[in-house]
């Protein structure tokens, strides 16, 4: 009996996840994502997630955030505040996708600490990342240190040097080695300062190698 609610249930979230998108453009689906109680009825933190994207991918982060602020569990919110980050970069509009990432950001810091919000820190760094490769804007660099050094190495510093080693290896594609290893510097662990010069090491190492 277990096992065919556990089979039930996966359908269900696998069918919601596919109908994201069609939801958005209902007017009523709209309606009833705006007006669910995501703290007493139970959905899928996959189907959640492909539900925000949909928004975001439609221009409407406000409500994609208003859903993720609806739930209570920590480790769900921040999956769907990865999801809009995610999305958000890939808007193809810089201006809009930094809005947005903004808004994700912001939700983000009210997650109480520890792992969910570390994580979801990390992926708007990634994301910013993504958008400065994208449209080649090495001035998008500040703007990721400065939400990656909001994420407690106290708790995990797996979170924090990988944001830091994204950013890292921004800079080290673009040739400029010592930017690279300063902003390793950053790393508070000495694990986290290894991995990202390591990354920044492979990077000059194969660039030679092309140049030869």
Known sequence: MEKKKSVLS???GHLICRLGGLLYLSKNGLLYLSAIDLSKKRIAPDAISEIVKSFVLNDDVEQAIKIVEKIEDEDEKSSALRA???AAAKLGDKEKALKFLNQALTAAEKIGSGWPKSSALR??????MKIAETTNDATLV????????KIEN????YNRYKAITHIAMFMAK???WSRARSIAELNTSDDG???????????WAERGEKEK
């Open 84 to 86: 809009v980050a995610q």
């Open 193 to 203: 300062k290894a991995y990202t010069l390591a990354a920044i090491y492979k990077t």
């Open 123 to 128: 992926v708007v760094v990634f994301a910013t």
């Open 154 to 157: 106290s708790f995990d510093s």
């Open 10 to 12: 996966f359908f269900k």
């Open 174 to 176: 673009a040739g400029n």
């Open 142 to 149: 500040e703007k990721a240190l400065k939400v990656a050094e």
